[in-house]
């Protein structure tokens, strides 16, 4: 028979394991699962490495997003996969002060999310600083397939300004070649609008790089609205370059059709080099000797010019 003092002991006994059990395993209602933790104490359902649930509405949008430009279409496609299927691939965010989280990479998958009616979505939580998830958020997205040029291009830009880096460290950070970092970046040297036309995909990289060949901003500008206009190819419009470039050529044809100034194959190396160098090329030959000259108008175009041919 128990008496009242061993009852009163077991109670307090219970009382304790109890006290000790809520030490451990504080109350749901102490902290609602609902606000992630601060950095200092992080949410005990993650993980290092492991993906966990964390409430779309509680991630803000990266302030150091390179992409700016989002297929309506495609964005629709991804948010019925994730409708379907979920989110395959989880993001990747950082805690922030005020107990929210922000986006490091993986915009599509949350916006689609979004769309999709999802609460929550998988995360992997990333201790980084603002210059970490920068440099990831940059790089991540250079990797990617789907970056305009001139979103690539402003991309290498804040990694050399923001970061110091030279072309050949953007390179083997974004695992590129040397001289693309190179090209890309000489985007920039185009007109505002014209790089507005790549943006919008109206004028191709390649219809870029040989635009730049004419190294005036005004006759850029003109010979983008006549291949507009025309519906030029690459192609046609390397010739159209070419023709402003070299107008003696085409007034010596007219002249002596058939006593060209310059042989084909000479020529055709001509403008083989001068695409992949954006640059004004002219090669002087005789008998299989002579000279290449490359022309540049400024200290950009000779760094840009020396990273290519140095290049390994």
Not at 71 to 88: F, T
Not at 212 to 235: C, N, T, Y
Request: glycine share 6%; proline share 6%.
């Amino acid at each position: 028979m128990t008496t009242q003092a061993e009852s009163a002991k077991e109670h307090n006994k219970r009382r304790a394991l109890g006290k000790g059990l809520e030490s451990l395993l504080p109350r749901a209602q102490s902290q609602p699962a609902a606000k992630p933790a601060t950095p200092a104490e992080p949410a005990p359902t993650f993980e290092s490495g492991k993906a966990s649930d964390i409430h779309v509405d509680h991630i803000d949008r990266n302030p150091w997003q390179t992409r700016t430009q989002f297929e309506e279409k495609e964005l629709a496609e991804l948010a019925d996969s994730i409708s379907a299927n979920g989110v395959v691939q989880p993001i990747l965010v950082r805690p922030l002060p005020n107990g929210r989280f922000q986006l490091i990479a993986g915009e599509r998958r949350w916006l689609a999310s979004q769309r999709a009616g999802k609460v929550t979505i998988p995360a992997i939580l990333r201790q980084v600083s603002d210059q970490q998830a920068m440099e990831i958020t940059i790089i991540e997205n250079l990797q990617r397939t789907d970056l305009n040029p001139m979103e690539q291009a402003r991309a290498y830009e804040r990694l050399a300004h923001e970061f110091q880096m030279t072309q050949e460290q953007m390179a083997k950070r974004t695992g590129k070649e040397r001289a693309s970092v190179a090209n890309f970046l000489r985007l920039l040297r185009l007109p505002t609008d014209v790089q507005g036309k790549v943006e919008a995909g109206e004028l191709t990289f390649g219809h870029a790089r040989t635009l730049l060949a004419l190294e005036d901003p005004e006759s850029i500008q003109k010979a983008a609205q006549k291949v507009l206009a025309l519906s030029m190819s690459v192609r046609q419009t390397e010739s159209y370059v070419q023709g402003i470039l070299y107008p003696e050529r085409k007034h010596a044809k007219k002249q002596e059709p058939k006593q060209p100034e310059v042989d084909p194959n000479v020529r055709e190396a001509q403008e083989q080099i001068q695409r992949a160098l954006g640059l004004k090329v002219r090669i002087e030959d005789k008998n299989g000797r002579g000279r290449v000259i490359i022309e540049y108008s400024g200290l950009e175009d000779f760094d840009a010019l020396l990273d290519t041919l140095t290049s390994k």
